[in-house]
Every structure is written in structure tokens, then in C-alpha cells.
Nanobody
Framework: QVQLVESGGGLVQAGGSLRLSCAAS????????MGWYRQAPGKQRELVAV???????NYADSVKGRFTISRDNAKNTVYLQMNSLKPEDAAVYYC???????????????WGQGTQVTVSS
């Protein structure tokens, strides 16, 4: 099993910044992909940004140029630096990790409990 613990959410004014962190712990051989998703009230969960263990990244168009995802493989931690926040960025942000528990090919999907980001206009 793997636990993902998120931190860094909160209330910020439009135009401000927040940095989210997510640390993975448990039985981990490797983490192929780590990422952030978000879900606003009444909307489906959507991808915000993902990063592979090699450092390749992918972003939602709505956050490109404003958000930066990074990870520390030694600490099994992923970060999301969010700048120039907009009211439409407000949501619960969830950390995701695709984990291998052994050197074998099986991968498992894990989610954090979510952290609230509120942006006031």
C-alpha cells in the first residue's frame, strides 16, 4: 500500500501564488508518474499537470505558463507551483501516483485525500 499526503492548499487572492506538495510513502519500488488533478463543485475531475520519473511533463491548457510541476524522486514527492491564480482555479486538488511495488510490470494507481484551493476575486 501507498499513502499520499498533500499539503499547501488554502485561500489566496486572485493573482497570488500557492505551492502544493504531495509525499508518497509505503511499499514503493518506483513511481512512474506523479500528477495533480482538480475537481470543482459540479464538475468532473480534470488533469492539471503530470510528470514522469524522467522529468517529462504535461499540462492542461488552462494552466500552461502559470503552473509548474516538479518532483523529487529521492523523496517520492511531487510539487505544484501555482502562480497568477484565477478564481476558476479554485477546486479540490488531488495528488495521483502510478506506483510499482516490485520490479515487475504491475502498476497501481493511488490518490491523495485532496487539498482545497480557494481563490478570491
Amino acid at each position: 500500500q501507498v499513502q499520499l499526503v498533500e499539503s499547501g492548499g488554502g485561500l489566496v487572492q486572485a493573482g497570488g501564488s500557492l505551492r502544493l506538495s504531495c509525499a508518497a510513502s509505503g511499499t514503493i519500488f518506483s513511481i512512474n508518474v506523479m500528477g495533480w488533478y482538480r475537481q470543482a463543485p459540479g464538475k468532473q475531475r480534470e488533469l492539471v499537470a503530470v510528470i514522469t520519473n524522467g522529468g517529462s511533463t504535461n499540462y492542461a491548457d488552462s494552466v500552461k505558463g502559470r503552473f509548474t510541476i516538479s518532483r523529487d524522486n529521492a523523496k517520492n514527492t511531487v510539487y505544484l507551483q501555482m502562480n497568477s491564480l484565477k478564481p476558476e482555479d479554485a477546486a479540490v486538488y488531488y495528488c495521483n501516483a502510478v506506483v510499482r511495488h516490485t520490479p515487475g510490470p504491475d502498476k497501481y494507481d493511488y490518490w491523495g485525500q485532496g487539498t482545497q484551493v480557494t481563490v478570491s476575486s
